[in-house]
């Protein structure tokens, strides 16, 4: 991977906190973008999904514990797609938790993967961290055509370490 860190980095800005994801990826960037858009795709690393595919769309993406839904406010294939994440939870109300921004950059036969969540609420982070390192490692794999991780399990183990590093 070239010297990056495969873990993801916390900046906190108050009580908000921008995570950030950078990975080299074996993949052109159409590859890619499809697993990120894609719902037939999607569902297969990451959630049910259902992406209006344009600037003013919306993205909805379920699982068994929660429902995101949010606006897309760039579309820009295949290098941006960026959109709210307003997280709803079986008796819970709707909570904004920022703004998610994929960035894809061609380097040579490879593509550079930055995923960014801004504007995510700082009690949140510690817990949200090893979540999105989780996703961000099946996709990996999904694009590698190999067996995906447990992602609770993968959480647990990154647990640890995230709160350690965003105290």
């Given at each position: 991977?070239?010297?990056?860190?495969?873990?993801?980095?916390?900046?906190v800005?108050?009580?908000?906190?921008?995570?950030?994801?950078d990975?080299?990826?074996?993949?052109?960037?159409e590859?890619?973008?499809?697993?990120?858009?894609?719902?037939?795709?999607l569902s297969?690393?990451?959630?049910?999904?259902?992406?209006?595919?344009?600037?003013?769309?919306?993205?909805?993406f379920?699982?068994?514990?929660?429902k995101?839904?949010g606006?897309?406010?760039?579309?820009?294939?295949?290098?941006?797609?960026?959109?709210?994440?307003?997280?709803?939870?079986?008796?819970?109300?709707?909570?904004?938790?920022?703004?998610?921004?994929?960035?894809?950059?061609?380097e040579?036969?490879?593509?550079?993967?930055?995923?960014?969540?801004?504007?995510?609420?700082?009690?949140?982070?510690?817990?949200?961290?090893?979540?999105?390192?989780a996703?961000?490692?099946?996709?990996?794999?999904?694009?590698?055509?190999?067996?995906?991780?447990?992602?609770?399990?993968?959480v647990?183990?990154?647990?640890?370490?995230?709160?350690?590093n965003?105290?």
């Amino acid at each position: 991977m070239s010297g990056v860190s495969r873990s993801g980095r916390l900046k906190v800005e108050g009580e908000h906190v921008t995570l950030a994801f950078d990975r080299l990826l074996p993949h052109l960037p159409e590859v890619v973008w499809r697993a990120i858009t894609e719902p037939g795709e999607l569902s297969n690393w990451y959630m049910t999904a259902q992406v209006e595919g344009r600037v003013g769309g919306s993205v909805d993406f379920s699982s068994e514990s929660a429902k995101v839904t949010g606006i897309i406010t760039v579309w820009d294939p295949p290098r941006v797609f960026e959109h709210e994440w307003r997280v709803e939870r079986s008796g819970s109300p709707i909570a904004q938790f920022g703004v998610v921004r994929w960035e894809l950059a061609r380097e040579g036969n490879s593509t550079r993967l930055k995923l960014i969540h801004r504007d995510l609420p700082r009690q949140f982070a510690r817990n949200f961290a090893p979540g999105a390192h989780a996703l961000v490692d099946r996709l990996e794999k999904y694009l590698e055509n190999e067996d995906l991780p447990d992602w609770r399990k993968q959480v647990q183990e990154l647990q640890a370490d995230y709160s350690q590093n965003s105290s």
